[in-house]
Every structure is written in C-alpha cells, then in structure tokens.
C-alpha cells in the first residue's frame, strides 16, 4: 500500500499527541506531565487542553487540575460495527493476496464460542478451495480458531474450550499439550496444520488486529497441495503477514506511537 503524502500540520499534530499520551497513561496527567513526556512547553500545550475539554474529549480533576480521557473517543469509535470496519479494510489487501499467490483466502473471527468467516475471496485459478461466508467452525479443530484461542487472555479461552467439542474429547494429557501449544502460536502470530477434515489440504493462518485491544481476527488461506508444485510456504506467508499489517494499519489498530 503506498505511503500518504506527508502534509505536517502542527497544531493537529499537537493535539493527537496529547490524546494518545492521555490513552498511554495509567494515570491522569497534569499539564507539567504531559510538556515533560510531549517535550513541549505547557503554554504551548494549554490552549490545545483547553479546546479538547470543550469538545468533551479530556476532563480536568478539579482538584488535582490533572486531565484524562472522556468516553468520547469510545464513542466515536463505536459509531459503525467493528466488523463492518474490518469488511472494509480488508477487502483490498485480501485481493491483492489472492491474485499475487493465486491462493484462496479467507477472514474469521471468533463470535462467542464459535469461528465465523465473515469474508472470502476466491482464487483465480479454475481448480480452487473457498471457504463460504458465514461457515461456523469448532475453533480448537482449525488453524484460525487456534491462533484466536492463543491470542486469548486464558479467562476467555477458558469458557471457548468449555464449549467446544474437539477440546472436550482430548485426555488430560492431550489437553495439557493444545495449551502448551498456545504460546508459541501467539507469540509468532501464525498457525498452521494438515486440514483436519480434508486430505491434501493445509491451512495456514496469521493474526490480524491487536490482541491488546481485544480487536483481532484470523486470515487464512486453504491450500490444495498440487502434485508437482512447489512447496515453499515461506513466501506466502511473508505476503499474508503483509495482508495483515495493512488491514491492521488501516483500522487504526497498530500500537501507539
């Protein structure tokens, strides 16, 4: 995806500064806090306090005279769907993978204790695997659902597992060895495996969003393993890890800078 064109504007620069600090901090911040962690002066900053105030996205302890986020942004950020955010930013990188591997790819997220693919596109190749929109999976019995799992604080997972058919059937032992297996694939974003329902199909998954915000989801391609074609995975997955960092970026969903 090209880079925007930088056009510097001070004075917006100036106050987005001020709200992502604001959203950094444990804490309220005073004016002296925030020109010490902004490196600015605090005359340079008021004005800008000020204005944010009055639009209601801080607020100032009247005793403590320290500022902190209102709900607002939260607001703002909840006025459409998340996933119909999600739908549009990843329409287009999605295609763009689809047509540079020539490999079907699909979009799911984790809707309770269930995998939904909430969006898909096909490969141009005339002999493909697609996954249908709105397919519902066991997510401990596929790529996607694990990697989401992983990514899971385990008081979540927990209740998913719980509700899950193929976590309820494996042993102690087997059990004790699937979460083992968890941290790895949340630590490197990326989950593979033979299809558990397919023969000579593979499934290769990478985290999309920001497990920090609670925001995140699975793309996944399916692959027919051709007779006689190369087996290099490394390239695909450098291309879907690609996918994911621009639908990540285009929802906003990066770490603060």
Known sequence: MPKAPQYPVPALEKGLDILEALASAAVP????????LLSRSSSE???????????GYITRDEVSAKYALTLRLYSLAHA?????????????????LTEKY??????????????????????????????????VFDPAATASGRLLLAVLPADQRDPVLAASDT????????????????????????????SETIEG????????GNPTLGITAALAVTRLLRRGAPG?????????????AEITKTLGLGPLS
Do not use: W, Y
């Not at 900053?45 to 639009?55: G, K, P, S, T, Y």
């Not at 459409?80 to 763009?96: G, I, Y």
């Open 167 to 194: 976590a309820g059937k494996l042993s102690a032992k087997a059990r004790t060895e699937f979460l083992k297996s968890m941290g790895p694939v949340a630590e490197s974003g990326l989950s593979t495996a033979e």
């Open 29 to 36: 911040l005073s004016l002296a806090d925030l020109a010490s």
């Open 232 to 244: 290099d995975e490394a390239k695909l997955v450098t291309g879907m890890r690609a996918a994911a």
């Open 80 to 96: 459409h769907s998340v996933t119909e955010k999600l739908l549009r930013a990843a329409r287009r990188p999605m295609q763009a």
């Open 201 to 208: 199909v593979r499934d290769v998954a990478v985290l999309v």
């Open 102 to 135: 020539r490999e079907s790819c699909h979009l799911s997220v984790l809707e309770h204790d269930r995998l939904v693919v909430v969006e898909q596109q096909e490969s141009p190749e005339r002999v493909r695997l697609s996954i249908e929109v709105g397919a």
């Open 45 to 55: 900053l008021f004005r800008m306090l000020n204005c944010l105030e009055v639009r």
